[in-house]
């Protein structure tokens, strides 16, 4: 615990920040969580960028908020959960549900009002919808 | 060996009466100056506050019969004022309230869980820990039966729950019939699951060897924390489907966010997160909580890296020295401060669904039902980690070295079901209260 030294290319940067400040890499993860949570609440809280009329677009939010939440899953998961580190079988085990929530996600695809004519063909089995939609 | 009975000294169950008194005195306290106290000033508030709503609604009704336009229009903007105080009157009344009520029953529950589990484990034969002490570091362990044993007082216990609930309701004098079978068999399952739980605890106090996995995958890894993964697994898909029924229906409703998007023209839906995501105070409850869960996270890694670490010393702070002043205090009050955020965790999410639901944001909707569906599960995860924790607390509080480097592998373990629980928070929140 602890002194365990992270390497790759953002499990290094974690490390490297840990060692610039003199702490280990959980206190550098609890900071980066920390202010990426502040983020994105901010980023939905706010309509403009603060002392700008720049507005913040829903696409924008939405791009935060996956960002945002890819990060802290990473963050959480890689470092707390001790993945980074751990041999490489709890990685597998970890992402192994992943098949099965692609699966619901496309699920979903199928089976929303959307899934007729207004997802792209990649998410749909490409049916005659002309019943539906004629 | 991951610890002794041996340790534990024959005041466990006094130190568990004890803890147990001083839970009870906190829930008492926090229901007393919370619900009682300022409640009571609070409920004067709303009282007033409907007063004036009443009024402003009575000058509003002479304006318009009597009264100019601008008298009229007048009138039409102090009833809105009133209307707003008498909503901020009646939240506040709510979050006071509600906090109170919901301290006093976490505690009894805190209270029954360290006294009841302390206790038994106090009683267990000497014998039994002077042969686990002397016999088994050789000794080849077989399992546990307390895990299925736990599980099957669960299934018996939700097989009979509606059945259960229905009884309540009639034993509490409402229109229900009372289905003495159905109450029987969740009567009997709760006492199987406290069985189960309490044996588990026994006989973890006691230690035992780390068993270790001798095949494909796990190879070589302690059983346990692949245990614990494939747990995770099972409880990734739980919330998955929360996930997916959620973003199915959210793809069919025509909410506020989607006519801002210019997907629809008329809102046909309401979800919590058009009424959390506006104002500052209604999205700092769970704004607070999702720190306080990412803080709890960072809390358990301390207590899991002191109790590992054999060259720990007190901090050169003053206050930090006090607050840890050994490695095994250090532990145990990094657990319990642990404790302390997972519970307001809980209180501040049940003082936001009292908001909700005083707005009009009810489980008989679609997206109520989802919402108080998926938090739920999620807070109801919260709750049994921090009874786990209770029980980590007793340990690292009664053994003579508390949680080491030989044993501490049991935070880590809990600590992965704890991240998870961060984890699915760190999905929900923003699915369901920003989006």
Redesign the interface.
Known sequence: ??EHKYTGPIAGIFQKMADIIGK?V??VN?LI??FF?LF??AA??FETIPGTDIEIT?TA??GV?IV??II??YG??AF???LKGD?F??T???L??VI??AL??W??GL????GIDQLPDWCTPNWDYSYVTE | MSGSLHDVKNDVWMRAVIVSVILLSVGGAAYGAFTVGVGTVKHNDWDAAHHDLEEAVASWNTANETGTLAEQEAAADAWHEAHEADIDAHLSYLTWVTAGKTILVMMIIYAAFYGISGFYNSIQPEEEDDHHHHGDDHEEHHGSASPILMAAGIMFFMIGFPGFVNTCKSLLGLDYQAEMGDFGMSVAGAAIMIIGIGNWWNEDLKGHHEQIATSA??KG?DIR??GM??F??SE??VF??F??SY??MR??WCTE?AV??GKCEVVDTTTASDLL?HE?GT?LPG?IN??AL??S??TI??A??TA??VNWEPSKNALMAKLFPTRKKAVRNYLIITLALGSMFIVLKLVEWSHLIAEGFTIDTQAGSIFYVATGAHGLHVFIGLLVMLFMIFKADVLENGYDEHNGQGI?YF??YW??V??AW??I??AFY??
Request: charged share 15%.
């Open positions: 615990m602890g280990d959980y206190y609890f969580l920390m949570t994105e609440v939905v809280f829903r939010v939405w908020l945002v939440g802290k899953g959480i998961a707390f959960m001790h041999p079988i709890y597998r085990t970890a192994f549900p099965f929530a619901m996600l699920g979903i089976s929303n009002p959307a | 995958p796990f890894q924390k692949a993964w494939i995770l697994i990734t898909m998955a489907s996930f997916s973003l199915r793809t069919g966010w801002n998007a995501r500052i999205l704004a999702t720190f990412i803080i996270s960072y890694v301390l899991l890296k590992k670490d880590e600590g992965l991240h998870f961060d984890l760190v999905a929140f923003p920003l989006y």
